[in-house]
Each structure stands twice: as C-alpha cells, then as structure tokens.
C-alpha cells in the first residue's frame, strides 16, 4: 500500500485569481431565491429514507496539510443513488410535473444526473427516455434501466446526447429536465439547484459552532457549486473563499471567469471524471459564479486513482470512504495548494483554516471504481 507522505509531492495544474470578484448576496438570491431554497428542502426532507449524508473530518490529511480542519460531505450516501445528483434530477421531475400533462420525462446525461432523473419518473408514475454519450458506461446505462428508464445511446459527445434528446423530446412532446439552461430553458435548471442546496442546508448544522474558511466546489456545468454558493448565502451569515475545482482538460469555467464572459472549449480529452468533462458553464450559474468565485484552480487526471485508494483504506481519515472520481479532485487540489507556500499565503490556507469539500459521489460507476482502486 503507497504512503500518503507521498502527497506532499501533489501539485495543482493552474490557477486563477477572479478580479471581477464582487460578492453580492442580493444579486445571488435574484438568480435562485431564498423561497427556491426553502421549497426544495421542504419536499426533499419529506421524501421516504431522506436523511442528511454524513459530514466526516478528514484528520489523517489535515495533519499532513496543518490546517485546522478538512471537512467532506459524502455523497456516496445520498438515498441509494451514490451522488449529490439525486437531489436535483428527481426534484425537479416532481415540481415540473405539477400542471402538466406530459406522461415521459426526457433527458442527456453523464450517468448521475440521469439516475436521478430515472428515479424520480419511477416515483411519480412516469416514463423516462435517456440519451447518453458514446462515453457513458454501460454500468452506469444499466443502473439507469433498473430505474425502469429507456436508455438511448447516441454517437458522439455529451453535447451530441443533448441535442438529439431535445430533438426527439421536440417530435414526441416529452418533458425535459435538464440540469444545464439555455435560451428559454430556466426553470427546471434551477430547480435543480434548488435540490443540490439541501447539502447546504445539512452542512450548515452539521459543523456546529465550526467557521468554514475555505470552500472547494467541483464544477462541470457549475450547476452544483452556484447552488453551494446560493446556499452559502442562504445558510451562512459569512463568507468563505470560493475556490472552484476542475479537470485539467475541461476548464470552461476558469476559462469564463479569466475572460468575464461564457467562453465555450474544446476537450480535446475526455477527463475519468466524466460528470466535470464539459465544455461550456451553464447560463445560470454562470450568473452566480462569475461574481462570486475567489479562486479557480484545475487537476490533473494523475491523482483521481491516488486519492481514491487513500479514501477507502482510511488515510486521509478515520473512516473508510468509497469516493468515485468526481470526489477527487476537491482533495487534490486542497493538497496541491497547500504544497505551494505562495498560494498558501495568498489565499490565506494555513493552520486556522476550516476546508469543506465536497464528495460528489461514491462507486456510483462500480466497474469504474474498482478499475481506479485496483490501478
Ligand atoms: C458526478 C458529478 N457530475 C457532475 C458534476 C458537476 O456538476 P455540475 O455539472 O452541476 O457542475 C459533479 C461535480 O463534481 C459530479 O460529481
């Protein structure tokens, strides 16, 4: 078994200082409103098993980094989904349903969302038709059909998945929930949002009397770290540095934020962190992040089986912890910044730092996980 002395060795990619930095609390709760926000963790909390997922202290690690603590939110726990996903897919099925008539539910997915969405129709008595990517695995199409949905394999991209989804969904009157906006296309967006800030929620009483510092949010479409930064508004009366996490290989958000406006990119490589591989931020959260956000930083695929290892054999923690690769990269970047003394002096990461990641998702790709954790 490797030694986690050896992530001292850890390095980011790039980073990125947001100089249009200007939080602004009022603006943020326009975009997803504190009503939004409240709605959401009504319904959700009301669903049958819901219970917060845990919020564990990675101790072995804030050792190793001397920083005062490093908190996770483990999403392998989230219902029987394995992913913060589940909290925005099935949700908004459930909102956009109400006063429509549409009997099928549509959408393109990198597998998590997807799940979601399956699940959610299966609730309330719906069909679901799912278009996925040449890149999506069949493990994770499989756990999509035992949520009773029709999977749809389509050549090409992620992008490709989407347009033929909203094709189809046109000829066929489907409804559509899609976590990603575009011109006339909203609502359901946000009211994905809306679910993924019930980790907020749950986080703001789990860390007691603790001040959180610093916040790494992953980020493909920034559906999800928009959502962390309105509930960030919403939940606590202080502000931490926001820092978001990206692949290498998909930094469309750090490109967005570098040039002030939406810069679409191309991905030359697919990250293994599949659900960040996108080339384009969202319209929505792009309307929260491009003011909001401290910092960008983007990771190398070269840690995601590392870190993965560390968190099931219980040396970044106490605990052991099943963490896909999207759970990664918020650890290796802490770890890559905290190497580089500069940048712990300019972002103020030191031993009075409280750190929150996030673990997006567990084996929610199973034959992948064991892949990563055997290399
Ligand atoms: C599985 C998965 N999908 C997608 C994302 C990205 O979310 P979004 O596309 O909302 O930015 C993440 C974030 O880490 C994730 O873990």
């Known amino acids: 078994m490797s030694s986690i002395s050896e992530v001292s060795q850890w390095k ?56 005062n603590k490093i908190f996770y939110k483990d999403e392998s726990k989230r219902f029987h989904l394995k992913s913060f996903k589940a909290l925005g897919g099935a949700y908004a099925v459930e909102k956009v349903i109400k006063g429509n008539n549409k009997k099928v539910i549509s959408t393109a997915t990198a597998g998590n969302h997807g799940r979601s969405v399956a699940w959610g129709s299966q609730k309330n008595g719906l069909k679901c038709k799912i278009f996925i990517s040449e890149f999506v695995s069949e493990s994770r199409a499989e756990v999509m059909r035992n949520f009773g949905a ?11 998945s989407l347009n033929e989804c909203i094709k189809q969904s046109n000829q066929n009157n489907w409804q559509i929930v899609q976590d990603v906006a575009w011109k006339d296309y909203k609502l359901v967006p946000k009211l994905t949002m809306a679910g993924y800030s019930v980790m907020m929620k749950e986080i703001s009483e789990q860390i007691k009397n603790e001040k959180i510092s610093h916040v790494i949010l992953q980020a493909g479409v920034g559906g999800m770290a928009a959502a962390m930064v309105a509930g960030i508004v919403k939940y606590l009366d202080y502000i931490p540095q926001i820092i978001i996490v ?95 003394d500069e940048i712990r002096e300019t972002i103020s990461l030191n031993k009075d730092s409280s750190v929150l990641l996030f673990g997006c998702e567990g084996d929610a790709d199973e034959e992948l996980y064991q892949k990563l954790l055997s290399q």
């Open 12 to 67: 980011y990619t790039n980073f990125l200082i947001n100089k249009n930095n200007n939080f602004n609390k009022k603006e943020i709760l326009k975009i997803l409103s504190s009503e939004n926000i409240d709605e959401a963790y009504k319904t959700i909390s009301s669903w049958n098993n819901y219970s917060p997922t845990p919020l564990i202290s990675l101790n072995k690690l804030n050792e190793k980094l001397k920083l």
């Open 150 to 160: 029709d999977v749809i394999r389509v050549k090409g991209n992620y992008e490709d």
């Open 246 to 340: 990206e692949p290498d290989s998909a930094a469309c958000v750090l490109e967005s934020i570098k040039k002030g406006k939406i810069e679409k990119i191309s991905i030359d490589k697919e990250s293994i962190m599949g659900g960040m591989s996108c080339g384009e931020v969202s319209l929505i959260p792009w309307e929260i992040l491009k003011n909001s956000v401290h910092y960008c930083v983007t990771i190398s695929d070269d840690y995601i089986s590392k870190t993965i290892k560390y968190l099931a054999n219980n040396q970044f923690s106490d605990e052991k912890i099943i963490g896909g690769e999207c759970s990664t990269p918020g650890i290796a970047s802490l770890v890559g910044l905290s190497n580089n």
